[in-house]
Structures are given as structure tokens and as C-alpha cells.
């Protein structure tokens, strides 16, 4: 799927987010290499640590859907931001393991800017699953 198409899909979630106290909409996009999207929003709660990112919301529906790790093409972001949206670091760690290093990651924001990366190189010297498996 063209990129602007799931921007746009990420742009239709985030109208959907759910932020009485940051008042910041953010949306997500996910792509399955079948060609499902799967949208994600934030949603946040009055015990602001449960706040959870739209990423991932998006990852998580995904998940719940029966998709593991592997399957997913591209995700993208959107936000009210000054340039293109940089996702938190306990997405980068999501993003990472359900996406995989070679996850196409578009960010953007409202005004059209757009920044095309990975998942591996959002979140450099990443900590995984494989450093568990010691001795
Ligand atoms: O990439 C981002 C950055 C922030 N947020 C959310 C978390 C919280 O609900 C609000 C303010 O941080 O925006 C996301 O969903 N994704
Ligand atoms: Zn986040």
C-alpha cells in the first residue's frame, strides 16, 4: 500500500483517540503483509501510567487478531507535532520485537511532513528477547 494510504488510514484513527488529559490525538496504521490495516489511537486514563501509545494499540489489535511477529509490512504515525511524530521509547521497544528490525516506519504529522525509517533504527543498541536466552 502506498504510504500516503496509510497515513491516511492513521490519520482517521487518531480522530478516535481518547486524551481528556493531554488533549494530544495521536493515530496509528498498521500494515500485514496480507494487506490488512490495522488502526491503533491512544488512549489514556486517569492513572496516567496506563496511558497507552497509539502504536501500540495498533500492534496489540493486530496481535489479538491472530498476527504474530513477521507478519506486518509497515507502520505508520500521525500527530499534531512540529515535524514529523518520533514515537516514545516503550513503542520503539514494541515496535521493534512485533514489528522487526526491517518494519517500515512512516512518521508524520498534520501539516504533510513525512519521515520514512525502520524499526531497528529507531531504537539502536535495542535490548530483546535474545539476551534472555543466557546460559
Ligand atoms: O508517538 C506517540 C507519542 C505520544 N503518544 C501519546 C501518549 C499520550 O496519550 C499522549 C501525550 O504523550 O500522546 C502516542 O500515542 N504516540
Ligand atoms: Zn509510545
Given amino acids: 500500500m502506498k504510504y500516503e ?5 492513521a490519520r482517521a484513527a ?3 483517540a481518547y486524551v481528556p488529559y493531554s488533549r494530544f490525538k495521536v493515530g496509528a496504521a498498521l500494515e500485514t ?7 491503533g489511537c ?10 497507552n501509545c497509539a502504536e501500540r494499540t495498533a500492534f496489540f489489535s493486530a496481535i489479538a487478531h491472530g498476527y504474530v511477529p513477521g507478519d506486518f509490512a509497515a507502520l505508520a504515525v500521525i500527530g499534531d507535532t512540529d515535524g514529523p511524530i518520533a514515537p ?15 518494519l517500515a516506519v512512516v512518521l508524520a504529522n498534520l501539516k504533510g511532513d513525512v519521515m520514512e525509517t525502520t524499526a531497528a533504527a529507531q531504537l539502536p543498541n535495542a535490548f530483546g528477547g535474545r539476551d534472555l536466552q543466557k546460559s
Fill in 33 to 39: 503483509k496480507d494487506g490488512r490495516v490495522f488502526r
Fill in 14 to 16: 487518531r480522530e478516535l
Fill in 5 to 9: 494510504t496509510l497515513i491516511d488510514e
Fill in 42 to 51: 491512544n488512549v489514556e486514563n486517569a492513572s496516567y501510567g496506563l496511558c
Fill in 88 to 102: 516514545c521509547g516503550a513503542c520503539r521497544q514494541v515496535i521493534l520485537e512485533l514489528g522487526g528490525n526491517d
